[in-house]
């Protein structure tokens, strides 16, 4: 069996659905926003957000560990599509880099 491309998904990382709230700090005023992280793969990341942000725009992401034997995800992210609701805002984000 080839397990190379056995998932449904033909992506390089499968995507972990998730609920989990993610602290984003945004430009050079680091005005911060609490948000939704939908999904989340090896390259990127889905987030939802109460307030627009841009195409393009790097953003630090801080997405905490849900259990004790799991670090938190502190990342920078660079927003590559957007789709917006009547009252939320849904991006989909590359991770450009990991803090540690």
Same mark, same amino acid.
């Given at each position: 069996?080839?397990?190379?491309?056995?998932?449904?998904?033909?992506? $390089?990382?499968?995507?972990?659905? /998730?609920?989990? =709230?993610?602290?984003? *700090?945004? !430009?050079?005023?680091?005005? &911060?926003?609490?948000?939704? +992280?939908? $999904?989340?793969?090896?390259?990127? /990341? +889905? #987030? &939802?957000?109460?307030?627009?942000?841009? *195409? !393009?725009?790097? #953003?630090?992401?801080?997405? =905490?560990?849900?259990?004790?034997?799991?670090? =938190?995800?502190?990342?920078?992210?660079?927003?590559?599509?957007?789709?917006?609701?009547?009252?939320?805002?849904?991006?989909?984000?590359?991770?450009?880099?990991? #803090?540690?």
């Amino acid at each position: 069996m080839n397990l190379k491309r056995t998932y449904d998904e033909k992506r $390089d990382f499968i995507r972990m659905r /998730m609920d989990a =709230p993610i602290r984003l *700090v945004v !430009g050079a005023q680091q005005r &911060e926003l609490n948000g939704r +992280c939908i $999904d989340l793969s090896g390259t990127g /990341m +889905c #987030i &939802e957000v109460d307030e627009p942000l841009n *195409v !393009g725009e790097e #953003i630090l992401a801080y997405l =905490p560990s849900q259990q004790e034997q799991f670090a =938190p995800l502190h990342a920078a992210i660079r927003i590559n599509r957007q789709k917006v609701d009547l009252d939320s805002y849904e991006y989909g984000a590359v991770i450009t880099r990991i #803090i540690a």
